[in-house]
């Protein structure tokens, strides 16, 4: 088994000075723990508390807290961090000069994370979030009045807003499906299969659902989609660094992606992928002259903007390969079928998504029959300390959908401790219920 000794072993040769920056960032600690499992299976590697407890320790967290909302936003190991302010001080040591520097060596970003996920550089564009670079391309589009998108009723509000705002603005029709979790790949390709009409020109969905982790068909909706002269917007929020794929596989026009969740960016960062020759169909968000109207970055004007956020990508990225895409998914399906598994024989219990394999990793949704989501989200918090957060249908254009529950996201940093204190505290209300105290202060 991997231990801090046999690195330490390694690096006989160091110096203590050396040693000790290298500690303060974890990256060093990271690529060796991972150099000394490389002849061990992903699953095997994913229940080695050994060689977690090198990626827990890269990390500056607070573990009076027990977090379980890394689906909103994650936070980024000690490198990144420093790296961040390292770029920050450079920048204000004359900002026209310095941040106009790492603006133009901005493509090492564009690079890397485009032979890490499967697409070529002109292919991308940097942004603030996925909200971003979806709308973008959601408001970029020419669409006359009539024309048809179909999206879901699970996709994200905020998305589904911008479809609901362009539906007000433009006449455009916007149909939303409504589909049982978990389900089939096969179930959704056949409910958009259905609903496509010779006016549908957009099929807009999740790759994972932000609810719970839905995975969608992607590549055969595309498939579908060209076939019939649509575009294709997918949403990658909760899918790109989560677990492995290529970006080119899937076939899509578009495709939206935060970098501050499972990438574990500073806050602050996103990118936009668009697919060659879909390039010129999208108008960008603000103007740019004629001749960039095949130019990937005409996306990503959107003037002044802070360098130092977005150059620490880089760091992050290193991060996310020192521990390995396969690795890292392999631990957080781990993480998820520990709890899934510990709870899924109470008959109260319902799990909203699918144990299978292949479908599953760190996203995942349960509920309690007769227990209030908020309430339980609540208990979570005053009795165990756990930040955890409900999940409850709204109405349009919000999310609609009718089940409730907690949505579990742990991640890298995440032990089996605090794995095993939610399961407990879950036993706890199946038990005795939630105390009327906290049921009556349920904080939403
Ligand atoms: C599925 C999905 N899409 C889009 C977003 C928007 O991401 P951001 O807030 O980073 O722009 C989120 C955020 O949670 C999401 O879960």
Not at 346 to 369: F, N, Y
Request: charged content about 25%; aromatic content about 8%.
């Amino acid at each position: 088994m991997w231990s801090r000794r046999s690195f330490l072993r390694m690096g006989g040769a160091l110096s203590t000075a050396t040693l000790a920056a290298k500690a303060v960032d974890g990256l060093s600690y990271v690529e060796a723990a991972s150099a000394a499992v490389a002849d061990r299976s992903p699953e095997d590697v994913a229940q080695d508390e050994f060689y977690w407890r090198e990626i827990q320790e890269a990390f500056t967290l607070d573990r009076t807290l027990i977090n379980l909302n890394n689906g909103n936003t994650c936070p980024s190991p000690a490198v990144v961090q420093n790296a961040c302010k390292r770029y920050m001080d450079m920048s204000n040591m004359l900002p026209v000069h310095y941040r106009s520097d790492i603006e133009r060596h901005m493509q090492t970003i564009r690079r890397g994370l485009a032979k890490e996920f499967g697409f070529d550089e002109d292919e991308v564009a940097l942004t603030r979030n996925a909200s971003e670079s979806l709308q973008i391309v959601q408001n970029g589009l020419d669409l006359q009045p009539g024309d048809e998108v179909i999206t879901t009723e699970q996709d994200y509000p905020r998305m589904l807003t911008t479809w609901d705002q362009r539906r007000r603005r433009d006449k455009i029709k916007v149909t939303r499906l409504q589909f049982p979790v978990p389900t089939t790949g096969d179930d959704l390709y056949q409910r958009f299969e259905r609903a496509i009409t010779p006016q549908t020109k957009v099929l807009h969905f999740c790759h994972i659902t932000n609810l719970t982790g839905q995975l969608f068909p992607v590549q055969r909706l595309c498939r579908l989609a060209r076939s019939r002269g649509i575009t294709t917007i997918v949403d990658g929020a909760h899918a790109i660094a989560h677990f492995p794929f290529k970006l080119r596989d899937l076939e899509c026009d578009a495709y939206g992606v935060s970098l501050h969740k499972w990438l574990l960016a500073p806050i602050g960062n996103g990118f936009l992928y668009v697919r060659r020759d879909s390039i010129p169909k999208f108008w960008p968000m603000q103007a740019v002259p004629e001749r960039q109207a095949n130019d990937i970055r005409k996306f990503e004007q959107i003037g002044t903007y802070p360098t130092a956020i977005r150059a620490a990508v880089g760091e992050a990225l290193a991060f996310h390969q020192a521990i390995g895409a396969e690795r890292k998914a392999a631990r957080l399906r781990y993480l998820t079928l520990r709890w899934a598994n510990a709870l899924k024989g109470d008959p109260r219990v319902k799990i909203h998504s699918s144990l299978e394999p292949g479908q599953t990793w760190g996203l995942a949704m349960v509920g309690i029959d007769g227990v209030d989501a908020r309430a339980l989200s609540q208990f979570m918090m005053d009795r165990y300390r756990i930040v955890i957060n409900a999940v409850v249908g709204g109405q349009p254009p919000q999310q609609v959908f009718d089940y409730s529950g907690l949505r579990v996201t742990p991640n890298v940093y995440t032990t089996l401790q605090e794995m095993d204190t939610f399961v407990e505290a879950m036993q706890e209300v199946l038990k005795k219920g939630i105390p009327a105290a906290t049921a009556t202060r349920r904080g939403d």
